[in-house]
């Protein structure tokens, strides 16, 4: 089956949702020896706009930076400056590493002096300058290296030994590049991500990252897509025997790619719902209940009119009015007038 060539895979957005909200997990994979100087303590800081606005002017391109800056805070009580590029292109630039320099001294220029700089790399294809930059010039030379992670060299076998989930990010990567012009092939590796997710015993938290990386990374046409998610809400939503049974992430996972809402959140709506339409069932049983109140008074008043109506008739007829009077001075009906005198003649 060929590739559906119609879909586009976000990788920029992908990395950059993983990265941010398993921010801990990326530096101990990536940066395994600044990753025990990291103070713990302190959130990381993302500093997107700070990171445009020292390198925007430095590029003279007018190109969307889509590389990070973060402060770590480091044991020692000092600041670390942490670039991170994500390249996912099967052709670079010609200067991506002199690019990467300029990152370098435009930090170094503002006072950023803890700075390390990560390039990954996760196409087949490598820049013939991925790791560094160099100016040779009679009386101006300079060399600059940054560290580099290539997808296409990590062992498999490594990677599912991992207890990181961003090396089964990595893997997913892996079978991008394996499973190009096969969806057949993408199925099957889609599929045994999906397993070594959910059944690696991460937290709800992170088990939900990684769904969501490799669902939106390992794309397929919808008839596979279907078919897979099929199979594994049935794999691990139906399967009254397996653990898992009780947890709500899978079910926020498939209610969101089924209806773009997590599941808990449908049941607040639902519950939202539910209450104003109780709230709408009392008001409308209420107003009926005065409605009906108020047609009981209303029938009441007409039955007292009628009663009264019918005594002043009475009282006339007992001075001595003809029928034609009374029903002239009170304008009502001379038949009703008529009917009441003969009952009156009736009883006497």
Not at 59 to 71: A, E, H, Q, R, Y
Not at 125 to 132: A, F, Q
Request: include cysteine; hydrophobic fraction near 40%.
């Amino acid at each position: 089956m060929e590739e559906n060539s119609t879909q586009s895979i976000d990788h920029d957005g992908n990395w950059k949702l993983m990265i941010e909200n398993l921010a801990d997990d990326f530096f101990a994979f990536f940066l395994p020896e600044i990753y025990p100087l990291i103070d713990k303590n302190f959130k990381p800081e993302f500093l997107d706009k700070e990171f445009h606005k020292i390198i925007g002017k430095a590029t003279n391109s007018g190109k969307t930076i889509k590389d990070k800056l973060v402060k770590v805070r480091l044991i020692n009580g000092e600041d670390c400056w942490l670039v991170i590029h994500i390249e996912i292109q099967s052709t670079f630039e010609t200067d991506f590493a002199k690019r990467m320099h300029r990152y370098f001294y435009r930090l170094l220029d503002k006072n950023y002096e803890n700075i390390a700089a990560m390039a990954i790399y996760t196409g087949n294809e490598i820049p013939k300058n991925y790791k560094k930059f160099e100016f040779n010039q009679p009386y101006a030379k300079a060399t600059y290296e940054f560290g580099t992670y290539k997808v296409r060299d990590a062992r498999e076998e490594e990677l599912l030994q991992s207890s990181n989930p961003f090396a089964l990010a990595v893997l997913a990567c892996k079978y991008i590049n394996k499973s190009k012009g096969n969806n057949n092939l993408r199925f099957e590796f889609k599929r045994k991500m999906f397993k070594l997710a959910i059944e690696r015993g991460y937290s709800q938290e992170k088990i939900g990252f990684l769904l969501n990386f490799i669902e939106y990374m390992l794309l397929l046409p919808k008839e596979l897509d279907e078919k897979l998610r099929t199979e594994i809400f049935k794999t691990y939503l139906m399967d009254n025997t397996r653990p898992l049974r009780k947890d709500t992430f899978l079910l926020d996972f498939f209610h969101r790619l089924n209806f773009g809402i997590p599941f808990k959140d449908a049941l607040l709506k639902a519950e939202e719902e539910a209450r104003l339409k109780a709230e709408e069932e009392i008001r409308l049983k209420a107003e009926e209940e005065i409605r009906l109140k108020v047609e009981e008074a209303r029938l009441k008043a007409e039955e007292k009119e009628q009663e009264n109506t019918r005594q002043s008739i009475k009282n006339l007829l007992l001075l001595g009015l003809k029928p034609e009077q009374i029903s002239s001075s009170l304008n009502i009906s001379i038949d009703l007038v008529n009917n009441i005198h003969r009952q009156m003649d009736t009883n006497n």
